[in-house]
C-alpha cells in the first residue's frame, strides 16, 4: 500500500470544485487513489442485523423507525442474544466479515449495558468484526463497548452542519461529534457518514464530506447512503437526486478519505447495477449485504453475489459463491421460519 497524502484542512471550495469536474475526470481521479491503496476489486461485506426495531423517541425526518411518524412499521423489542447469533452465524457463512448491529434509541439505556457487551463478545468469538449502532453514547459507554471487544462503532452525521436543522430537530450535530469522539476516545473505529438526496444543495454534500475529512483521523468507514423514501415519513414525497450526484459523492469521498472504507449503504434496492457498478469504480468498497438493511429492503444476497460475479469483483474474505452455493443458501433462508430473526433494517436509518 503506497503512502498517500492524508489530508484534514479542506475547505468548501476545493471540495466544490471537485464536485463540479467533469464526470470522467473525476472518477478517474478517484479510481487512480483507489487503486493505489486497495485492490480495486475487493469489497468489503458487512451485515446489519436490527437488534431492536421502531419505536424511537428521535425525529430523524427520513426515518420509519421514528415513533412520531407512521410507517406501518413493526415493533420489536431487544432480539434476545441467541437469535442474533443465529444470524450472525448465517451472516458469516455467507461471506461477511463484519456483523453490525442496529437498535433505535436515542442512547442505549444502562439497563441495557450488560446484555449489549455480551453480544458483542458472543460476536467476537465466531471469528467477525463486530460494529453497532445504538444511538448517541457516553463516555462510559464508550469505554465499555470498547472493553467487550467492539471494534466499530456508527454514529452518521447525515448531512452539513447548514442543512442539519431541517432534518432533525431532538439532537444537535454537536451531539453527534462528541459520541464519535467518545468512540475515538475509548479505541474503537468510527463509521461514520451520511444521507443524500434529503433534498440538500450541493454544498451540503459537500459540507458533509468536509466535516467527515477534518475530522483529526478519518472515519474508518464512510457509509453514504442514497435516502429510501418510506412512505409516512415527511421526506416521501422529496424529489429523486440525480443518480450521478451520488455516484460524484461516492467518488469525492475515495479522494478525500483514500484510506477509509467508502460503503454503498441505503438505497442500493433502487439502483441499477449499473448505477451500483459506477459506485464501485468511483471508489466504493463495502456493502451492506442481506435480505433487508433495518427496515427498507436490500438487493436478494444472490443478485448482489450474481453483480460481483459479473463485475468480476470479489468479498474482502473469502470467495463469490457459486450459483449452486448462493441456491443452498437461499433455501436456507427460505426454510427459516423466524420472523423476527430474519428483520435487517435500513443503514439510512442509522
Ligand atoms: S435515525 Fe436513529 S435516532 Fe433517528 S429516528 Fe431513526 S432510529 Fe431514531
Known amino acids: 500500500m503506497s503512502q498517500l497524502q492524508v489530508r484534514h484542512d479542506w475547505n468548501r471550495d476545493e471540495i466544490e470544485a471537485l464536485f463540479s469536474l467533469p464526470m ?60 442474533v447469533l443465529t444470524e450472525a452465524r448465517s451472516a ?9 448491529m442496529g437498535a433505535a434509541w436515542r442512547n442505549p439505556h444502562e ?13 467476537k468469538s465466531m471469528g467477525m468484526e463486530t460494529c453497532m449502532t445504538l444511538g448517541m453514547l457516553s463516555e462510559d459507554q464508550a469505554s465499555q463497548l470498547a472493553d467487550a471487544g467492539l471494534d466499530y462503532y456508527n454514529h452518521n452525521l447525515d448531512t452539513s452542519p447548514e442543512y442539519y436543522g431541517d432534518v432533525i430537530t431532538t439532537r444537535t450535530y454537536q451531539n453527534r461529534l462528541d459520541t464519535l469522539s467518545h468512540v475515538r476516545g475509548a479505541g474503537m473505529k468510527v463509521c461514520s457518514g451520511g444521507i443524500v438526496g434529503m ?19 478519518h472515519p474508518d468507514s464512510v457509509p453514504i447512503n442514497m435516502l429510501v423514501k418510506v412512505a409516512g415519513t415527511p421526506f416521501e414525497k422529496l424529489d429523486e437526486l440525480d443518480p450521478f450526484e451520488f455516484v460524484r459523492t461516492i467518488a469525492v469521498a475515495r479522494i478525500m478519505m483514500p484510506y477509509s472504507r467508502v460503503r454503498l449503504s441505503a438505497g442500493r434496492e433502487e439502483m ?79
Open 272 to 350: 441499477t447495477d449499473e448505477l451500483q457498478a459506477m459506485c464501485f469504480f468511483a471508489g466504493a468498497n463495502s456493502i451492506f449485504y442481506g435480505c433487508k438493511l433495518l427496515t427498507t429492503p436490500n438487493p436478494e444476497e444472490n443478485s448482489d453475489m450474481s453483480l460481483f460475479r459479473r463485475l468480476g469483483l470479489h468479498p474482502e474474505q473469502g470467495k463469490v459463491a457459486t450459483p449452486e452455493e448462493d441456491e443452498q443458501l437461499m433455501q436456507k433462508a427460505a426454510a427459516k421460519k423466524d420472523k423476527a430473526s430474519a428483520q435487517f433494517f435500513d443503514a439510512g436509518a442509522l
Open 24 to 83: 470522467n475526470d473525476l472518477l478517474f481521479q478517484a479510481q487512480s487513489l483507489h487503486r493505489q491503496v486497495y485492490d480495486p476489486n475487493e469489497v468489503q461485506i458487512s451485515r446489519l442485523l436490527s437488534i431492536k426495531t421502531g419505536a424511537c423517541p428521535e425525529d430523524c425526518k427520513y426515518c420509519p423507525q421514528s415513533a412520531r411518524y407512521d410507517t406501518g412499521l413493526e415493533k420489536e423489542r431487544l432480539l434476545e442474544i441467541e437469535k
Open 199 to 217: 433534498g440538500e444543495q450541493a454544498s451540503d454534500r459537500a459540507g458533509l464530506l468536509q466535516q467527515l475529512a477534518n475530522m483529526e483521523k
Open 111 to 123: 439497563r441495557d449495558m450488560p446484555y449489549l457487551t455480551d453480544m458483542v463478545k458472543e460476536v
Open 92 to 100: 458469516k457463512a455467507a461471506g461477511a466479515s463484519r456483523f453490525c
